[in-house]
């Protein structure tokens, strides 16, 4: 299973970006999706999830509102749009694939905002 992180890159603070992670070596459709985030010296944080087959969505408080995650089965891709970018939003954001007996993750994909 392979899970390739895109799209981050050095954003002002108000800018958008979009994130995309494509897996291969499973069967995306079968899997909920979900973006994680690390910032220098502190924990990872869950901020977004997609669930099978339903669609349905949730969100961290931090990112409600402004990150908008999405899935095409057909591309086996996630999506994660993020706008008006902060500084805080500075980290290593990672795609994640898991079901009830399996659990993936990608490379990571760096975001820095600047202010």
């Known amino acids: 299973v392979q899970l390739q992180a895109s799209g981050g890159g050095l954003v002002q603070a108000g800018g958008s970006l979009r994130l995309s992670c494509t897996v291969s070596?499973?069967?995306?459709?079968?899997?909920?999706m979900a973006w994680f985030r690390q910032a220098p010296g502190e924990e990872g944080e869950l901020i977004a999830m997609?669930?099978?087959?339903?669609?349905?969505?949730d969100y961290s408080d931090s990112v409600k509102g402004r990150f908008s995650i999405s899935r095409d089965n057909a591309k086996k891709t996630v999506h994660l749009q993020m706008n008006n970018l902060k500084p805080e939003d500075t980290a290593i954001y990672y795609c994640?694939?898991?079901?009830?007996?399996?659990?993936?993750w990608g490379q990571g994909t760096l975001v820095t905002v600047s202010s």
């Open positions: 994640n694939v898991f079901s009830l007996d399996y659990d993936y």
């Open positions: 070596g499973l069967t995306f459709r079968n899997y909920h």
């Open positions: 997609i669930r099978r087959p339903s669609g349905a969505t």
